[in-house]
């Protein structure tokens, strides 16, 4: 197994692109989905069964873990991975993006950010350095640079000073992060919808030098026609032999439009929240497992689907456990939806192998326009 941390790019159709990073603690297939484990734990899923969808990776929220158990602690007991079970590679967040839409009292100083804890009102103070300390002490495989995402709407000129405020804390995330054979820093490119700034922190970013590199500020409510708009081109300032990820990506069609354009790496709770939701992702659109239609339906949720939950339950029955409230129903739903989206990623990456891309990517709507299965 490889010591170092490398990106292998091994086809591309169109500006779409397929290869391997490759970690000492094994390799990613890109374009690659990684489950959300906010805590620690992919909710409702054994990390075994996380790993039997398919997943090469999964995040982790610096966030969440800086507050409880704690970064320390998690160190104490051996890191990340032996904490929580999972042994190959973790993305740990930097924690801004979640300072920013969860603690409260937030003082944001060129220093860094000052906040209360949302769980018990603690205060806290995390910086770049902080933040690369954090991401340290967790054991961290891929660790994302400090940034700040600004709220929108926003106008462009508040958009750029955050913007450069965010190249001045890549520095300085790079400058604390030091030389670490086989971990890797990802910087991550802001400035909103503007083609300008996107391109102005493309450079920045790239005068510093990153292991990789996120397209960050997307996917925070400026709907897919703007984030698509800024896929068209943003991906394109970045340099090629590294992998380009988009932060907190997103429904399946979102999935294939940024694949499309040219992105390796996304993450994104939906297909694990929404399992707890009791909706499911299929070949054919969402289903609502709470609607009554489903609760005489002997047939499976997909029955193209390998996964336990459409090998050996019914619609009823899963119906049937999402009404009663029992555990399982989460644990069913959660396990479809991440192996729809592992298989989705399986899909994306063979065509694009095979340099059929357009032809999979027409499938993959013309199956969606049809909608959900007639009922009974
Ligand atoms: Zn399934």
Sequence with gaps: MSQKFSFALHATDGAARTGVISTPRGEIRTPAF?????????????PESVRATGADIILGNTYHLMLRP???????????????????????????????????LRKLTEEGVRFSSHIDGSKHMLTPERSMEIQKLLGSDIVMAFDECPALPATDDEVAKSMRLSMRW???????????????????????????LREESAE???????????????????????????????????????????????KPDDIVGAVERGIDMMDCVLPSRSGRTGQAWT??????????????????????CTCPACRNYSRAYLHHVFRAGEMISGM??????????????????????????????????AQRAMGDIEPL
């Design 34 to 46: 990684m489950p959300v484990g906010t805590a620690a734990t992919v909710k409702a899923m054994m």
């Design 70 to 104: 704690t970064a320390e602690r998690i160190d104490r007991l051996g890191g990340l991975h032996k904490f929580m079970n999972w042994e190959r590679p973790i993305l740990t967040d930097s924690g801004g993006f979640q300072v920013m839409s969860l603690a409260s």
């Design 170 to 196: 890549a520095q300085r995330s790079r400058d604390a992060f030091g030389d670490r054979p086989g971990h890797a820093l990802f910087g991550i490119m802001q400035g909103g919808v503007t083609r300008e």
């Design 204 to 250: 920045a970013l790239t005068r510093i030098g990153f292991d990789g590199y996120a397209v960050g500020g997307l996917a925070v409510g400026e709907g897919q026609e703007a984030m698509f708009g800024v896929l068209d081109y943003a991906p394109g300032f970045l340099p090629e032999d590294k992998p380009r990820y988009l932060m907190g990506v997103g």
């Design 283 to 304: 070949r054919r659109g969402q289903v609502n497992i709470k609607n009554a239609r489903h609760q005489d339906d002997p047939r499976p949720l997909d029955e193209a």
């Design 332 to 365: 069913l739903l959660t396990w479809h939806n991440l192996h729809y989206y592992q298989e989705l990623m399986q899909g994306l990456r063979d065509a694009i192998a095979a340099g059929s891309l357009k032809q999979f990517v027409a499938d993959f709507h």
